[in-house]
């Protein structure tokens, strides 16, 4: 079958070549009908636009690159779907990088992006030291904007959500349930960790409660056989402490689902011994045993948002005038059987 080009539609439709481009390009110069006619004609027949073509022309790609640590779990799938929404309006196409929370990869990933000619690139790094100075170098020639992992020191809209207080609702809900010993199970040079460690440490200074170092531990999170180890190691050296916790709380997806499944691989019942809550988008909570509590952020908000912004970056001609947001969405809980029985 022949391929799909600019000229084969142009004869089909009867049209200009340039009438053809500017329509598939939202042009204001064509009317919303030809546009139309075009466009739902062009996706019929799976015309691909020449990207190479175009970037000799423009200057630009039309392709947006998305470098993540991880693409494993609902909360990347449901952060990807927004953003490859978002990105689809704005005709924009997506390139998908996983750095797999390795900082040698992720530089590559940032690297790559640069080599392929994005219009731009939407970020969430390692930590908040993680390639700091080529994200500094790569941000004077492309725009950037950071997604989740926001704590990270470069003048860009950055995108996430309120981590302090989603950790303080989810120990306030152990505490109301009667729960005051409570562990966090952090991850080790991640980036969300800071925040919500901070909640935790602000919850226990307003309920006056104190806290206890021994139940602070870091997972190792670079794989699942590391995670899955460490899990169970911490797990069996906090209830051999002379006071164990009675309640976990986890500050990503990847521990406090994986930690369900450890305390059944111990035989340790979920939430007579130990109640778990934490941050999980899982679309299983429901059915996991026992259900899970979540606290559960908007994903597809983050990635829609995260587009948006770096769309406005780009159809900017003079970007020393933006203004640059933190902006933080809040997070819900939802509450089931590993913390009320």
Same mark, same amino acid.
């Given at each position: 079958?022949?391929?799909?080009?600019?000229?084969?539609?142009?004869?089909?439709?009867?049209?200009?070549?340039?009438?053809?481009?500017?329509?598939?390009?939202?042009?204001?110069?064509?009317?919303?009908?030809?546009?139309?006619?075009?466009?739902?004609?062009?996706?019929?027949?799976?015309? +691909?636009?020449?990207?190479?073509?175009?970037?000799?022309?423009?200057?630009?790609?039309?392709?947006?690159?998305?470098?993540?640590?991880?693409?494993?779990?609902?909360?990347?799938? +449901?952060?990807?779907?927004?953003?490859?929404?978002?990105?689809?309006?704005?005709?924009?196409?997506?390139?998908?990088?996983?750095?797999?929370?390795?900082?040698?990869?992720?530089?590559?990933?940032?690297?790559?992006?640069?080599?392929?000619?994005?219009?731009?690139?939407?970020?969430?790094?390692?930590?908040?030291?993680?390639?700091?100075?080529?994200?500094?170098?790569?941000?004077?020639?492309?725009?950037?904007?950071?997604?989740?992992?926001?704590?990270?020191?470069?003048?860009?809209?950055?995108?996430?959500?309120?981590?302090?207080?989603?950790?303080?609702?989810?120990?306030?809900?152990?505490?109301?349930?009667?729960?005051?010993?409570?562990?966090?199970?952090?991850?080790? %040079?991640?980036?969300?960790?800071?925040?919500?460690?901070?909640?935790?440490?602000?919850?226990? %200074?307003?309920?006056?409660?104190?806290?206890?170092?021994?139940?602070?531990?870091?997972?190792?999170?670079?794989?699942?056989?590391?995670?899955?180890?460490?899990?169970?190691?911490?797990?069996?050296?906090?209830?051999?402490?002379?006071?164990?916790?009675?309640?976990?709380?986890?500050?990503?997806?990847?521990?406090?689902?994986?930690?369900?499944?450890?305390?059944?691989?111990?035989?340790?019942?979920?939430?007579?011994?130990?109640?778990?809550?934490?941050?999980?988008?899982?679309?299983?909570?429901?059915?996991?045993?026992?259900?899970?509590?979540?606290?559960?952020?908007?994903?597809?908000?983050?990635?829609?948002?995260?587009?948006?912004?770096?769309?406005?970056?780009?159809?900017?001609?003079?970007?020393?005038?933006?203004?640059?947001?933190?902006?933080?969405?809040?997070?819900?809980?939802?509450? %089931?059987?590993?913390?009320?029985?």
């Amino acid at each position: 079958m022949a391929k799909t080009t600019l000229k084969s539609l142009a004869q089909a439709l009867n049209m200009s070549v340039s009438t053809v481009s500017k329509a598939l390009n939202d042009s204001y110069e064509i009317s919303e009908v030809t546009k139309k006619t075009v466009q739902e004609f062009a996706k019929k027949h799976n015309y +691909q636009p020449n990207v190479h073509a175009k970037f000799l022309k423009t200057g630009k790609t039309n392709t947006i690159g998305v470098v993540l640590p991880k693409m494993t779990g609902s909360f990347e799938a +449901q952060i990807l779907a927004g953003m490859q929404k978002a990105a689809s309006a704005h005709h924009y196409r997506t390139i998908i990088m996983n750095t797999m929370e390795n900082e040698e990869l992720e530089k590559l990933a940032l690297q790559s992006m640069l080599d392929k000619s994005v219009d731009g690139i939407l970020f969430c790094p390692i930590h908040e030291e993680s390639n700091i100075d080529l994200a500094k170098q790569i941000l004077k020639t492309t725009p950037i904007v950071v997604f989740d992992r926001t704590r990270y020191p470069i003048e860009t809209h950055k995108v996430g959500v309120l981590n302090t207080d989603g950790m303080y609702n989810a120990c306030k809900h152990l505490w109301d349930i009667g729960r005051r010993k409570i562990a966090i199970f952090c991850g080790a %040079r991640q980036g969300i960790t800071t925040e919500r460690l901070s909640g935790y440490m602000e919850a226990h %200074r307003d309920f006056q409660i104190p806290v206890t170092p021994a139940y602070i531990v870091h997972c190792n999170v670079k794989s699942l056989v590391d995670l899955q180890d460490d899990l169970e190691t911490h797990v069996k050296n906090l209830l051999q402490l002379p006071v164990p916790p009675n309640a976990i709380v986890g500050v990503a997806d990847s521990i406090t689902t994986h930690l369900l499944g450890i305390l059944a691989k111990l035989e340790i019942k979920v939430p007579e011994t130990l109640a778990v809550i934490g941050f999980a988008n899982t679309d299983l909570g429901l059915s996991l045993n026992p259900s899970l509590s979540t606290i559960r952020q908007p994903t597809s908000e983050i990635g829609e948002i995260s587009v948006n912004k770096l769309v406005e970056i780009m159809q900017k001609k003079n970007r020393s005038q933006i203004e640059w947001e933190d902006i933080k969405l809040p997070t819900s809980i939802q509450l %089931r059987r590993s913390t009320i029985g």
